[in-house]
């Protein structure tokens, strides 16, 4: 099993629709939580830091349930330009280490 | 403020060759980082460097990979020799004093054939 689980999609939504992502995570000594954007043949980017009281960017919302060890990404009205593959990212307190799930692929479509 | 730049943007070898890629974080940072993505799979961490001191190599297959950091500053990864399965992109990465924020390079698309 995976430290970081995701769902490997592709979700196919038409523009304007509302998607939600999830993410479990199995090292409860985890510290820190992230969602990472990548485009096609480019670099991850960080898109958000995940708080335990939920935390909003624009029309993103992040989640994070620390008992459940479950992390969620909401994108709410979806543009053409969110398609990406979504990582959902967990830090380990020792070394600073980002663990990396495989990715979930969104394609917003017209 | 430069990003991180890495090169070469792309690499086809034969197998059995040896390769190396460069990295030059940003600028003050002093941890670095070489991740390795394979296709439809989220980065893997091979080394993290604190200065010039690797502080995380548990990943890194020793046998044929190996990698510095001279000066504490810009590093090489190299493999030798290498194999098909090699085939994947390495990512380097940077932060200042272990801080969260990663950024990563444009990476090193590796095609051994």
């Known amino acids: 099993r995976k430290e970081v689980e995701q769902d490997p999609g592709p979700f196919n939504v038409p523009e304007g629709a509302t998607v939600a992502f999830n993410c479990t995570y199995s090292?409860?000594?985890?510290?820190?939580f992230f969602w990472y954007r990548q485009d096609c043949r480019k670099e991850p980017k960080l898109l958000m830091s995940v708080y335990s009281s939920g935390n909003e960017d624009g029309r993103f919302t992040a989640q994070l349930n620390r008992a459940s060890q479950y992390i969620s990404l909401l994108i709410r009205d979806s543009k053409l330009s969110d398609s990406a593959t979504y990582l959902c990212v967990v830090r380990r307190g020792e070394g600073n280490k980002l663990v990396f799930g495989a990715g979930t692929i969104l394609r917003v479509k017209s | 403020e430069a990003g991180v730049v890495q090169s070469p943007r792309y690499k086809i070898i034969e197998k059995k060759q040896p390769v190396a890629f460069w990295c030059n974080p940003i600028s003050g940072h002093n941890t670095l980082y070489w991740y390795l993505q394979n296709l439809g799979q989220g980065p893997e961490l091979l080394i993290r460097y604190e200065n010039e001191e690797a502080v995380d190599d548990s990943q890194l297959p020793k046998d044929r990979f190996s990698a510095e950091r001279l000066k504490g500053v810009d590093s090489t990864l190299k493999i030798q020799p290498a194999e098909l399965g090699d085939s994947a992109v390495y990512l380097c990465?940077?932060?200042?004093?272990?801080?969260?924020?990663?950024?990563f390079g444009s990476g090193t698309r590796l095609t051994v054939v």
């Open positions: 990465a940077s932060s200042q004093d272990g801080a969260y924020g990663y950024t």
């Open positions: 090292n409860s000594a985890s510290q820190s």
